[in-house]
C-alpha cells in the first residue's frame, strides 16, 4: 500500500532551521505532485509549499516565501522542505501529501490522494 513518511520535525529556537522529508513507498513517485501542508491547534491544515512532479515548478504560501524551499529526489521518492528563519508562527503538525498529476502541482488538501501521518515542528521564541 502507499505510504508518505515524514521525519526532520522537531523543536527550533525562533530563527533556526530545520529540513523536514518525505519518503514515499507503493506509488510511481515521478507521477505525482507533492506538497507540504500544516495544521496549528484550532486551525484548518493549509498549504505550505508544492512542487510538481518533475519539480520544474513550485509553490509557496506568502508566509514563508523567501524562508522555506521545497525540492524533490524522484530517485530516491523523497520530498524535502528546508526551513530557514523560523518564527513561532510556523509551529504546527507538518504533513506531506500527494496526489496523481505531472505537469502541473496542487496547493488544495481536498485533492490529496494520501497524507503523511505528520511531523510536528515547534519554534520557541
Known amino acids: 500500500q502507499v505510504q508518505l513518511v515524514e521525519s526532520g520535525g522537531g523543536l527550533v529556537q525562533a530563527g533556526g532551521s530545520l529540513t523536514l522529508s518525505c519518503t514515499a513507498s507503493g506509488l510511481t513517485f515521478s507521477n505525482y505532485a507533492m506538497g507540504w501542508f500544516r495544521q496549528a491547534p484550532e486551525k484548518e491544515r493549509a498549504i505550505v509549499a508544492a512542487?510538481?512532479?518533475?519539480?520544474?515548478?513550485?509553490y509557496y504560501a506568502d508566509s514563508v516565501k523567501g524562508r522555506f524551499t521545497i525540492s524533490r529526489d524522484n530517485t530516491k521518492n523523497t520530498v524535502f522542505l528546508q526551513m530557514n528563519s523560523l518564527k513561532p508562527e510556523d509551529a504546527a503538525v507538518y504533513y506531506c501529501?500527494?496526489?496523481?498529476?505531472?505537469?502541473?502541482?496542487?496547493?488544495?488538501?481536498?485533492?490529496?490522494?494520501?497524507w503523511g501521518q505528520g511531523t510536528q515542528v515547534t519554534v520557541s521564541s
Open positions: 512542487i510538481s512532479s518533475g519539480g520544474s515548478m513550485t
Open positions: 501529501a500527494a496526489d496523481f498529476r505531472r505537469g502541473t502541482l496542487f496547493t488544495r488538501s481536498t485533492v490529496v490522494d494520501y
